[in-house]
């Protein structure tokens, strides 16, 4: 009798905890290069992709940037730590590595677009405001700024979209990490 | 006390078991894949424009919304496929998935120096017999050899700024991908 109960306790455990950590890896990039408050989605390919992108990929069903394509850095939290929330603005600043192109794309969790009343999806690197020695500021808001704004939810969880198209950081994530800082503005 | 640690033990190990277990066999009974979605917008052996991202619409996970995109699922049983498009000024990409939303192949814009898109994509035994006898108007094609029977394309464009918005879809219309005879 008593080693029925510690079998079936033994066997609810291990399932739980083995779908447990399969979903955690699975549900979102875990294993991927962090830089700064950015992590560093692993470039897929068919030859090189690790069992969690491929499952992740089946099933979320998302296109994913190719190896030879770029690299995606998503960031839900600050430099602090702190999650990114719809009821703050967050200042993006600095620089990024080499890139040909880069877009920054502002999503709730579930990576649905903001509202937006001009159309504006995201930022790229070819039309921001510079400073003279080329970095950056881009604020992160849902009221209008001044500046390089990106348009963002008013409320809600709010998850960054970096992504770099023909990088030589492709290869290498680790290589180079001039990833822009994430700090928090005013808040509402 | 032993005792409850052989369980423990017997519990992780079971865990690691089911871990693996469930990782390695989500891809094969996925009902949400990037081929299934993409079946239910478009048909195969051509091109479909995908609505553009906006907010409350996500036509596919994973997309740039700066881009805008076509995609064109493939088999390859009755032939190789051909693709050609024409190409915009600024950035694009074509980019082939195997059946599995895995990227296989890809073109941009730097590499193809700003020719048409124009590749046919083949099985082994398709290549071995397009080698043997290459028809002249396949000369100039860039043939990718393909590991599996099936995959999609997916062809995307920039769109810096709202008012290049209309020329771009116009390109991005001008992509076919069709069965190719062999010789």
Redesign the interface.
């Known amino acids: 009798m008593r080693f029925l109960v510690e079998l079936l306790l033994t066997s609810i455990v291990a399932l739980a905890l083995g779908l447990g950590s399969a979903w955690y890896m699975v549900s979102a990039p875990r294993i991927g290069t962090r830089v700064g408050a950015w992590t560093a989605v692993p470039a897929i390919s068919a030859e090189t992709a690790d069992p969690y992108s491929r499952a992740r990929i089946a099933r979320t069903g998302e296109i994913a940037m190719g190896a030879g394509e770029g690299l995606v850095f998503i960031a839900e939290h600050d430099d602090a730590g702190e999650p990114l929330d719809g009821a703050c603005d967050w200042i993006v600043a600095g620089e990024t590595p080499t890139a040909r192109l880069w877009t920054l794309t502002v999503t709730d969790a579930e990576g649905r677009l903001p509202p937006s009343v001009d159309g504006r999806r995201s930022l790229t690197s070819r039309e921001i405001l510079r400073g003279a020695d080329g970095r950056f500021a881009i604020v992160v808001s849902a009221t209008a700024r001044p500046g390089n704004r990106l348009p963002s939810h008013p409320s809600g969880r709010l998850r960054l979209t970096l992504r770099l198209y023909d990088t030589p950081l492709a290869l290498s994530p680790e290589a180079g990490s001039a990833m822009p800082r994430i700090e928090r503005g005013a808040c509402r | 006390m032993i005792r409850s640690l052989i369980?423990l033990v017997?519990?992780?190990?079971?865990?690691?078991?089911?871990?693996i277990?469930?990782?390695?066999g989500?891809?094969r009974f996925?009902v949400?894949?990037?081929w299934?979605?993409i079946a239910a917008r478009a048909g195969e052996e051509a091109f479909t424009r995908l609505p553009?991202?906006?907010?409350?619409?996500?036509p596919?996970?994973?997309?740039?919304?700066?881009t805008t995109q076509a995609v064109c699922r493939f088999a390859l049983d009755k032939g190789p496929t051909r693709i050609r498009a024409d190409v915009a000024d600024g950035?694009w990409?074509l980019?082939l998935?195997?059946r599995?939303?895995?990227?296989?192949w890809?073109v941009?814009n730097?590499a193809a120096e700003q020719k048409p898109i124009d590749i046919l994509i083949a099985t082994d035994v398709q290549v071995a017999q397009l080698r043997e006898t290459l028809p002249d108007e396949l000369d100039d094609v860039v043939i990718v050899d393909w590991?599996g029977r099936e995959g999609f394309a997916?062809y995307k464009i920039?769109v810096?700024?709202?008012s290049r918005e209309a020329e771009i879809e116009a390109v991005l219309a001008s992509a076919t991908c069709a069965p190719a005879s062999l010789p």
């Open positions: 369980w017997g519990a992780l190990l079971l865990a690691g078991i089911v871990h277990v469930t990782v390695m989500v891809p996925a949400a894949d990037p299934q979605k553009r991202a906006a907010a409350g619409e996500t596919l996970a994973g997309l740039d919304p700066t950035y990409s980019s998935y195997d599995r939303g895995l990227w296989v890809g941009d730097r590991a997916v920039l810096p700024a709202a």
